[in-house]
């Protein structure tokens, strides 16, 4: 693979070749279609075609997955000895990918379409030397990865697309390349996640491209009404399938334990907090990675309610990604400041307003070699002279509350009845019912700005908060 070959001149461009030579299968007609491209679907391909690194999170039903079938047969016959490598959440995607390249293939006129060489359920090869592999992604495709284009389709949902991301970048690259990952969004945690982020901040190769629910013209206010009607028992159902923004994609996903909670001045804000009011800790060990601790004011007089300073950037991240896993229970990620927000709030328990107000969020604790008193007495640093009603810790560690409890009173979070899965998900829906009233209730009226307390250069140094 060399640079060489990339500069050799299709005859036909891209976008061009799609609408004069390819047809697709179009759902709504229940046929084949020519393959007139929709204006998001053209400004995808010039991008394909100048060979950007594309890392594409879009709405449903945009065509993007057809539009990347139609570019890897356009490779592959307007250019010679191209190996292109698609990677898949499942092995059903990953046929399904080839089954539309054939489809594709099968209308291009006679004299524009390779001889086949073999092909099977993963893979087509031509007299051309090129070939095309679709694939799941697992740990033995992963060990496979060398291209001219890598693909990763619905790359959000792949467990080991960091993995498989990292395997492609170097030996695409050494061959000038390309990959392009595209999808809609599973949530605010993982590699399609954290590279988007990157990408977006101008810290990645790659190019980020967002195609909201506008895309196409039959998408007008009256069909998202319709569709948002049809859909009310899923209430983030629209901003999951159909976003209006990427930040708005990454807080619905399907599955997230905390749904109604999102990023918005009625959850996230300042408080001045005031003496009189009843403050409690939630503390979560977290093994070795990481020790939590929340502090939460109860606001008197206010109804049920959840809020959270913008300052617990650890809390606000793990609440709008901890999810439930395929076996329907909470996840074992994301989920160490969720749970001291949960012995927080349904150990006293708290029926009102709660207001978290600061966090301690420290990962690798023991690696970093913290003892149990030293993480107390920066605690105690960060509470300075507030009065702490009472301290709930993780139950399952007696040995450290007992421990603890030598400096302050600290209690284990109120025992649920049932088992561990069971007590996790009755406290779960303690938080998502002061969630629930906060979001029947209007945005709180702008805070007045009070003072930031430096903290000291001994904690600020180690990145301990």
Known sequence: MTDGKWKMKPSHDFADWCEAHAYVECKLAHRVVPFNLYPCQRRVADLLEARQWLWILKARRLGLTWLLAAYATWLLTEHENRTILVLNQSKDYAQDFLERMRLILQHLPEDMRPKATRDNKQQMSFDNGGSVRSLACTRRAIRSISADLVIFDEAAYMDLLKDARKAAQPAVEMGGGQVVALSTSSGPSGEFYDIWNQAADGKARYTPVFLDWRQ???????????????????????????????????????????????RSEKFIHARAIEPRWTKYRGIDFGGVDPFVCLWGAEIPGDGPGLTVDPSCTNLIREMLAYSYDSAGVPGAKDNHACDALRYLVSSPPITGHVHIYREFYLPNSAALGYSLGELQDKIDLMTGDEQIRKTFADAARPDMIEQMNRLWPTQRYRHLHGNSISQILQGLNYVNGLIVGTAKNRPPEPPPKRKVIGLPDTIRKRGLY
């Open 216 to 262: 196409l013209r039959r998408r007008d206010d009256k069909w998202y009404e319709q569709e948002a009607r049809e859909n009310l028992s899923d209430p983030l159902y629209m901003k999951r399938e159909y976003p209006s923004s990427a930040e708005e994609a990454f807080e619905s996903a399907e599955g997230r334990c905390f749904p109604l909670f999102i």
